[in-house]
C-alpha cells in the first residue's frame, strides 16, 4: 500500500511538472500538438472500452479522432463550447437516474464509440483556445485546470471523513455528497482567490466565482461518465500507462467536462466587460 502511495505521489509529480512547463513555456500550436497526443491516447483506450479490441479497429478509431479534432479546430469556439456543454447537461441527466450501464459483454457499442469524440474534442479545443488569447492565458489556463485538482483534493478529504451518503451507487461506490459538497466549497474559496487576482471589477470577479464553482461541479460529473464507461466494459482503469494512476482517460475525464463550460463561461465574461467598456 505504502509502495502503491508512492507510486502515484511520483507520476503525479511528473504529470504535473510536465504539464506545467508545457503550458508555460510552449508556444499555443505545439502545445496543441502535445495535448493532440494526449487526446488521441485517450481515443485509444475510449475504443478499447467501447468495444474495439482488434488493433487494425482501435487504429481506425484513433485515425478518425484525429480528423475530427482537425475539422473542429476550424469551428467557431462558441459553438464548440455550447455542444459541449449540451452534451454535458444531458450527460448529468443520464447520471442523475442512477442506473447501473448496461454490460457490453465483450461487443462494441456504437453509442460509447460515438460519445468519444463529444467528450474529449471540445475540451481539446478549449484548452488551446484559453492559452492562445491573451498575453497572459498561460497562467488563466493553469488556473482552470486547477479547478479540477481543488475539486478532486476537497471531495477525496470530506468524503473520507463525513461521506455517508453515496452520490451514484451504481457508477462509483465511493463518491458521496458530503464530498461533492467539500469540492463545492473549496473551490469556491479557489473562485475567490480568482476573483481577487484575475477580475478586472468586482462584478466581473463574482461572476468568475459563479463560473468556477459551476465547472468544479460539473469535474464531478466528467469523472462520474467515465466511471459508467468502465463499468459497461467491467473494467477497473481505463489502461495502464500511467503507474499507480491506470489510464490517461482516468487522468482528463473530470476536465472534459469542466474545461468547456469554463471556456464558454469565459467568453461570456468578455463579451459581458466589453460591454460595460463600450457602455
Not at 468524503?159 to 457508477?171: D, E, N
Amino acid at each position: 500500500m505504502v509502495n502503491m502511495l508512492k507510486l502515484r505521489v511520483m507520476t503525479a509529480l511528473v504529470l504535473a511538472a510536465a504539464i506545467v512547463s508545457a503550458i508555460l513555456w510552449l508556444e499555443t500550436r505545439w502545445l496543441g500538438l502535445v495535448l493532440g497526443a494526449v487526446i488521441l491516447l485517450g481515443a485509444w483506450e475510449w475504443g478499447g472500452l467501447s468495444g474495439l479490441h482488434k488493433p487494425a479497429a482501435r487504429t481506425a478509431y484513433v485515425a478518425g479522432m484525429a480528423l475530427l479534432a482537425a475539422g473542429a479546430s476550424l469551428l467557431p469556439g462558441t459553438a464548440l463550447f455550447t455542444l459541449g456543454c449540451v452534451w454535458w447537461l444531458l450527460v448529468s441527466l443520464r447520471i442523475l437516474r442512477g442506473r447501473p450501464p448496461a454490460q457490453l459483454g465483450g461487443g462494441i457499442s456504437t453509442g460509447w464509440l460515438l460519445a468519444g469524440p463529444i467528450t474529449l474534442l471540445p475540451a481539446y479545443i478549449a484548452i488551446l483556445y484559453l492559452h492562445g488569447s491573451n498575453a497572459s492565458s498561460a497562467l488563466f489556463l493553469l488556473y482552470a485546470m486547477c479547478i479540477v485538482w481543488v475539486a478532486d483534493i476537497g471531495a477525496y478529504f470530506t468524503g473520507r471523513r463525513w461521506g455517508k451518503h453515496p452520490l451514484a451507487p451504481a457508477i462509483s461506490p465511493g463518491k458521496t455528497w458530503e464530498g461533492v459538497a467539500g469540492a463545492l466549497v473549496l473551490v469556491t474559496v479557489y473562485g475567490l482567490l480568482g476573483g481577487w487576482w484575475f477580475g478586472p471589477s468586482p462584478g466581473a470577479a463574482t461572476l468568475l466565482v459563479v463560473l468556477v464553482v459551476a465547472a468544479g461541479g460539473v469535474s464531478v460529473v466528467g469523472d462520474l461518465f467515465e466511471s459508467l464507461l468502465k463499468r459497461a466494459a467491467q473494467r477497473k482503469d481505463s489502461g495502464n500507462l500511467l503507474p499507480g494512476h491506470g489510464g490517461v482517460l482516468d487522468r482528463i475525464d473530470s476536465l472534459t467536462a469542466a474545461m468547456p463550460v469554463f471556456t464558454l463561461g469565459a467568453l461570456g465574461l468578455q463579451w459581458i466587460e466589453g460591454g460595460a467598456a463600450a457602455a
